[in-house]
């Protein structure tokens, strides 16, 4: 059964995100670009609240989670006197793509496809229409999970990852985004603990959301360029032919298992497995993105 998210709680959650950013650092917990969420008129949280400029909130914005079933619970905001260790807050991991029947299996919904692949599992049901993706929630190693498809289309996918991130409060370092590439090779995953720039708009769409913020992992998946002079618009739309869909199913069904390390053994550990395998082939990478994976 779908569920969609309903009323408004009793305290309003009203969402701010700030302009100013902070870089980058592995020991400091940093929320979606200075995203935060307060709930109600608290009385330090008013105040703070109060110098600052908030920015529009839609109905969107302020859905909260209604499924009974469910025993997932937000993250309280850290105090500046209380520190929260990293692995207590949760993980969004959201897969880009298109919704509809005719978009199933084309190369631009390899990462809702790895969602689906991800929440069979780890027994996550996805059944909640909430801040435009269909939700699940579970648990997977030490850390409760969100996983998300956005259900706007590729081009607005932060219209559904930036108020899921803030309402979640989740931790820059803790929101993956896992979509398709046309610069990386055909069946190459490679998992960054951030990035620069992409030609994925659905990526662009989320750094826009997130006020330009970039310091979110990624996990790509090579899905080849164009041949020739075709359109790049119409390949992303195209389905693979039956040997490439014959070793993305392969691709596929390894994603699981990196998700699951990557929670449970970090980042960095994870990505020097498993980016080491083909390693050597490292056309698909930007120069900013070839020297973050250096440092691994």
Not at 59 to 67: A, G, L
Not at 233 to 242: H, I, P, T
Request: proline share 7%; with cysteine.
């Amino acid at each position: 059964m779908l569920h969609v998210a309903g009323a408004q709680p009793p305290h309003a959650v009203n969402l701010h995100l700030f302009t100013q950013n902070r870089s980058f650092s592995g020991k400091r917990t940093i929320f979606c670009c200075n995203a935060s969420i307060s709930i109600g008129p608290t009385s330090t949280q008013s105040q703070e609240s109060s110098n600052s400029t908030p920015a529009p909130a839609s109905s969107q914005t302020s859905e909260p989670e209604t499924t009974s079933s469910s025993t997932f619970t937000k993250t309280k905001i850290p105090s500046k006197k209380k520190h929260i260790p990293e692995r207590l807050y949760p993980w969004l991991i959201v897969g880009i793509g298109n919704p509809g029947n005719k978009f199933q299996k084309t190369r631009h919904n390899v990462g809702f496809e790895i969602i689906d692949a991800i929440a069979e599992a780890e027994s996550i049901k996805l059944n909640t229409i909430q801040q435009k993706a269909l939700t699940g929630k579970g648990q997977i190693g030490p850390s409760q999970v969100i996983l998300a498809k956005p259900q706007t289309y590729v081009n607005l996918t932060g219209q559904s990852v930036g108020p899921l991130a803030a309402y979640y409060r989740i931790p820059i370092q803790h929101l993956l985004v896992i979509y398709d590439d046309m610069t990386l090779e055909f069946g190459l995953m490679r998992l960054l603990k951030r990035g620069g720039s992409t030609t994925n708009n659905g990526v662009k769409s989320v750094i826009e959301h997130l006020k330009g913020c970039r310091f979110f992992p990624r996990l790509r998946i090579g899905i080849g360029s164009p041949p020739g002079t075709m359109d790049p618009g119409a390949f992303v739309l195209q389905r693979f032919d039956d040997p490439e869909r014959e070793e993305m199913d392969g691709l596929i069904a390894q994603v699981p298992v990196l998700i699951r390390e990557m929670i449970t053994e970090g980042i960095e550990k994870t990505a020097s497995k498993w980016n080491e395998v083909r390693k050597s082939k490292m056309t698909g990478l930007t120069p900013e993105e070839l020297e973050l994976v250096k440092q691994l």
